[in-house]
């Protein structure tokens, strides 16, 4: 039987983008795939006075089952109730969906917002790929991020070896065609924990890599041609260089991991970019808390021990990111 998100005290993006828009800050897009993230998730968007949106992917439902994961949206927003928090805006959204069908099945089981990823399409296969989730998507009132422009790497399933920037030229008529809510756009980033190649970068003094800037040229162009359209950047985790040293310091095997600075998620959160999707920084601040638990614990093995410090240190990572790096605290 089809569950509709409102049942489950979800809300869609619309007026969480316009208000993220008109305030000049991002809402964190956060993947989960475990409790302890749900958990950690809350918590932090809680304590933060945050909107959220809960994401997960084609792999995660997989994962973690499509059931379980409307349960634990709804939790989610209950749990936030229980910490202290009237009014929680939490967005349960459906990441690099790549068919129709799998679109329409996260939104007739509680999703309150879908991507559909139809970038790796030539230009009118996406449009119309795009158009037909819309339709399906608003008669539910359920909103839609598209995606226009390819990002290097690996993206669920729907992959691509080189990197196209979004052309400025096409989003007015692809973001008109569609009706979409949201356009994620190509301008730099990249998934994963490795988004430059080394001869891609500089080193500074320590050695470390130094990423090439993202071509806010191309942000800045879009914005002009969709005035106050939400924009979303996938790929947007910095990769702390600390996280990566600790978990290379217990056993770990992550050369050269190289992520986007926070300065210039930063910067991109002032403008139309209100959508910012991270992944990556959790699964490193997870396996670095697990790998030094272990370490330092090797006699221990109830998942309880081991992963109680993994959820702080993420908790601690999505604080960090909504205060320092978003700013779309205290906006409830
Ligand atoms: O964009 C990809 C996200 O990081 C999700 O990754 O497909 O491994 O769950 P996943
Ligand atoms: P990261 O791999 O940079 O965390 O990007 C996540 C993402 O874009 C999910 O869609
Ligand atoms: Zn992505």
Do not use: W
């Amino acid at each position: 039987m089809a569950v509709s998100y409102k049942e489950l005290g979800l809300v869609n993006t619309k007026e969480m983008f316009a208000k993220a828009v008109k305030g000049g800050y991002a809402i964190p897009a956060f993947n989960f795939n475990t409790m302890e993230q749900m958990q950690a998730i809350v918590q932090a968007a809680v304590e933060t006075k945050s909107p959220v949106i809960m994401q997960v992917s084609k792999g995660a439902r997989n994962y973690a089952n499509g059931t379980i994961l409307r349960y634990m949206a709804q939790g989610a927003v209950e749990y936030a109730k229980e910490l202290g928090c009237a009014n929680p805006q939490i967005v349960l959204h459906l990441d690099h969906g790549d068919s129709f069908e799998l679109c329409k099945d996260c939104i007739d089981n509680g999703f309150s917002s879908v991507m559909i990823d139809g970038s790796a399409l030539p230009y009118e296969e996406n449009i119309a790929l795009t158009k037909k989730v819309v339709e399906y998507a608003h008669a539910h009132d359920v909103t839609v991020e598209a995606e226009l422009g390819v990002l290097a790497g690996v993206e669920d399933e729907v992959a691509s070896e080189v990197s196209h920037y979004t052309k400025p030229e096409e989003v007015i008529d692809f973001a008109t065609r569609t009706g979409c809510d949201s356009l994620a756009i190509s301008i730099g980033t990249s998934h994963g924990a490795y988004k430059f190649k080394p001869e891609q970068c500089t080193r500074n003094a320590q050695g470390k890599l130094v990423p090439p800037p993202l071509a806010f040229d191309v942000l800045h162009a879009i914005e002009k041609k969709l005035p106050g359209f939400p924009i979303v950047l996938h790929g947007s985790s910095s990769v702390p260089q600390d996280e990566v040293d600790t978990i290379n310091a217990h056993g770990g095997k992550l050369p050269d991991a190289v992520g986007i600075p926070e300065e210039q998620l930063r910067e991109a959160s002032k403008s139309a970019v209100c959508k910012i999707n991270i992944d990556s920084d959790s699964r490193l601040a997870m396996t670095a808390a697990i790998r030094k638990y272990f370490d330092e614990h090797p006699e221990h093995f109830d998942p309880r021990q081991y992963l109680k410090p993994a959820r702080e240190n993420m908790k601690k990572m999505y604080m960090h990111k909504i205060v320092d790096v978003l700013g779309s605290n205290n906006q409830l």
